[in-house]
């Protein structure tokens, strides 16, 4: 059972522009929603994040936009910038289940100068 | 302040034999967590391990285990390998396994195995 589904699965979007990855999730229980970026021969490392008490958390480029009702939350990032080109991926995990994320899919982003 | 180192990088076993990953979290952190990523599975949660005790497991057959040591150190051990145990193993660490801290859960950058 896939718990957080990941939209698109590849994104190519021109220096400047903005680009938009989905995730939608199904389990009500989730109270934590992370952002990885991961890049080649490395681990994910955490963007962003937000919590279901708030609709829209910003840092710099970085935007999660969070709809508890349709229990979906998405990142944009404006202004896209060649070195945003790595993988993206969604999480989501639970106060009662520690540190455990269940991950989307994974988006592969490739900014184009 | 150095981040979650794994060892080794790379690796490569044959069929049958087993394997054994190393993982040192940051200096404090006191909870590990082992993902599998693959390309065709994602990743996928493994086990996490919080003062030497098992807290959480995933959906993987028991030839998959670890431990935590006393000084937080991890190792995940993987018996009678199978091709489809080729994969990025990945190491995340954080201070606690609460929910305040999981802004600070950070991951190595893993030991790449493949197996023939």
């Known amino acids: 059972q896939q718990q957080v589904k990941q939209s698109p699965q590849s994104l190519i979007v021109q220096k400047g522009g903005i680009s938009i990855i989905n995730c939608a999730y199904e389990n009500t229980a989730f109270d934590y929603f992370p952002w990885y970026q991961q890049f080649p021969g490395k681990g994910p490392a955490l963007l962003i994040a937000i919590r279901p008490d708030v609709s829209e958390k910003k840092e710099g480029r970085f935007t999660i936009s969070f709809n508890k009702s349709a229990k979906q939350f998405s990142l944009h990032i404006m202004d896209s910038q060649p070195g945003d080109s790595a993988t993206y991926f969604c999480a989501a995990s639970k106060t009662a289940a520690g540190n455990k994320l269940t991950f989307g899919g994974g988006t592969r982003v490739l900014v184009k100068p | 302040k150095a981040g979650v180192t794994q060892t080794p990088r790379y690796l490569i076993k044959t069929r049958g034999q087993q394997v054994t990953l190393s993982c040192s979290p940051i200096?404090?952190?006191?909870?590990v967590s082992w993902y599998q990523q693959t390309p065709g599975q994602g990743l996928q949660f493994l086990f996490e391990?919080?003062?030497?005790?098992?807290?959480n497991k995933g959906n993987f057959p028991g030839r998959f285990s670890g431990r935590q040591f006393s000084n937080s150190r991890s190792e995940m051990n993987v018996s009678t390998l199978e091709l489809g145990d080729s994969a990025l193993y990945l190491c995340?660490?954080?201070?606690?396994?609460?929910?305040?801290?999981?802004?600070?859960?950070?991951f190595g950058s893993g030991t790449r195995l493949t197996v023939v």
């Open positions: 200096s404090g952190h006191r909870s």
């Open positions: 391990y919080f003062s030497e005790t098992q807290r």
């Open positions: 995340a660490s954080s201070l606690t396994t609460t929910s305040r801290d999981r802004d600070g859960y950070t």
